[in-house]
């Protein structure tokens, strides 16, 4: 047996990771309702909420598999999530079509960008469904962060360092940050070069996929260092709060696509406060009796 098996994983209350899920279909619903302006402003940030609940989520699959074998197997994770997602997604895609070009007409190069996931380079949104630019970041995602973990572990084994001492900062920890903060940067100087490109600022996967890397920090931390995570969660709560608040608050009022805020620093701030919802909703210990207290959990749950 690995003796990297022996080790404990954290179980995560999928409860609470269901309800966030299903706070999050509601504000993309809301987002495409009929309902007051300041109501659907507000819905647009379900995106940003699904990236860090996704970065988590995913990366801790791979984590779990870490933990257990001291290794992980790229193709077979990446073949699982194909199943999940791709049939679903074509028959989707299928039934959108034909109304699609009977409207608008055939256009091959939105035809080939949506099946190869890349509508939101080429187009900046999806051809037959406009909504799935989220899916083609996620599925880059997918693909690129499975791809550089499986390489970053062929050639040092030890690079997540789960044995190490937990105050210790390892070289993964090092290079997520890193690519958060560059990402961040390269983001501001896209939004200043090209102005105009509000639709690709806002929907290509270079530019966004730093919300997705902050979901993973989580989910290392919590697999790996998870003393640290509570205790950091014990120390900084009402700090954390305050900061979610700054970073959400302001989310009715403006328009994401002809914002330059939003386009740059907002994401950054969506993406942070997200993250100590998602931080919160793992470790602090009466967030269960709380939501029992302040919702009935079937629409939520069932939704997700």
Known sequence: MNKLSTQKTPAIRLRELDFLRGIA???????????????????????????????????????????????????????????????????????????????????????????????????????????????AIEEHFYFLFTFFLWLGLKNNKNILNPQL????????????????????IIRLFSNIIFPHETGRNFTMTHLRIDSLLFGVLIAYFFYFKRTILENFFQKTEFYLYFICIVGLVWTPFIDPFTSFFVRTLGFTLLFISFGIVLITFLVKKNINSTLNKLFSNLVVNTIS
């Not at 109501?39 to 970065?55: A, E, N, P, T």
């Open 25 to 135: 279909i509601i504000l993309v619903m809301l987002r495409h309702s009929d309902l007051s302006t300041y109501v659907k402003q507000l819905g647009w940030i379900g995106v940003d909420l699904f990236f860090v609940l996704s970065g988590f989520l995913v990366s801790g699959l791979l984590f779990k598999e870490y933990i257990k074998f001291g290794n992980i197997k790229p193709k077979l994770f990446l073949i699982r999530r194909g199943f999940k997602i791709y049939p679903i997604y074509f028959l989707s895609f299928a039934v959108y079509l034909g109304p699609v070009i009977n409207t608008y007409g055939f256009d091959l190069e939105g035809l080939i960008s949506d099946i190869t996931f890349t509508q939101n380079y080429v187009r900046a949104f999806g051809y037959a469904c406009s909504i799935t630019w989220s899916l």
């Open 165 to 184: 001492n937990k105050a210790t900062k390892t070289k993964f920890e090092t290079i997520i940050v890193a690519i958060i903060m560059f990402v961040s």
